[in-house]
């Protein structure tokens, strides 16, 4: 419970500081950048390093490779779709979410699966 | 085009606003720990670039853009804004991706801790650096 309790607090202070930190400036393509900040990562990784270890740890950030890639498809993609075709915004944010699972997945299979 | 500091989106968001974003941010937090030990750190670690803060951006840009113009306009300027933060958050990515590898290589031969301060900064100058990047070949 109290590690749970720690990764809310860590988690919920490093997210809304990078957020708040993107909040300030203009034009909003450049606010835009902090909305890929590695807010959730630096969080998980620091306190599985220091609860499990580096070793544990790196194994996290090689997969965060394939997590980050997939991330670029799923704002590119998002970003074409709603410039040429709209839509409900929110819904479309949300529905795209499956493309990047379908790419962490792609990931998974072809790179990160142990043989 | 000039970056410039703006407050007034931080005066204009309600304090509701802010406390969702900590309580996704912990709550996503939360959630990648509980599906690394239930799945392992190599899918775990896939989640560490869940776009779970996103949508969040996304919909309190909405709400702000939608309260700044009538009623007439309110869906496309707020898509316009959804637009111009996905961009952003596109060209961010190469910084996230960055962020990931150096975090995975360099770990190899510094200490973690110290591997994701490199890593946070790599992140910084490789996003700035696509953003200015883009926007020079755009203007020229």
């Known amino acids: ?115 | 085009v000039k970056i410039e500091v703006d407050m007034t989106p931080i005066r204009q968001t309600r304090w509701t606003g802010h406390l969702r974003r900590f309580l996704v941010g912990g709550l996503v937090t939360v959630a990648t720990g509980l599906v690394a030990r239930a799945f392992g750190p190599v899918i775990g670690g896939l989640f560490l670039a869940f776009p779970a803060i996103f949508p969040v951006g996304v919909a309190m840009i909405q709400k702000l853009e939608n309260q700044k113009v009538g009623p007439g306009t309110r869906g496309d300027h707020a898509r316009r804004a959804t637009v111009a933060e996905a961009a952003g958050a596109s060209m961010g990515s190469a910084g996230l991706l960055a962020f990931a590898l150096t975090a995975w290589l360099a770990s190899g031969s510094v200490d973690m801790l110290v591997a994701l301060g490199i890593a946070s900064g790599l992140w910084a100058v490789v996003a700035v650096t696509v953003w200015t990047t883009r926007r020079y070949l755009m203007s020229s």
Do not use: N
Request: aromatic letters at 16%; a positive charge; charged letters at 10%.
């Open chain 1, 1 to 115: 419970v109290r590690e749970v309790l720690v990764r809310f607090l860590v988690g919920g202070v490093f997210v809304s500081a990078f957020a708040l930190l993107g909040d300030f400036f203009k034009p909003k393509s450049f606010a835009g950048l902090f909305a890929a900040a590695p807010s959730v990562a630096l969080a998980t990784l620091i306190l599985t390093t220091l609860t499990r270890g580096s070793a544990y740890a790196q194994v996290e950030a090689r997969s965060m490779v394939g997590g980050a890639f997939a991330f670029f498809i799923y704002t590119t993609g998002l970003c074409w779709y709603l410039h040429r075709h709209g839509g409900k915004t929110l819904l479309v944010v949300a529905v795209w979410i499956v493309a990047w699972a379908g790419m962490a997945a792609g990931a998974w299979v072809l790179w990160l699966r142990p043989s």
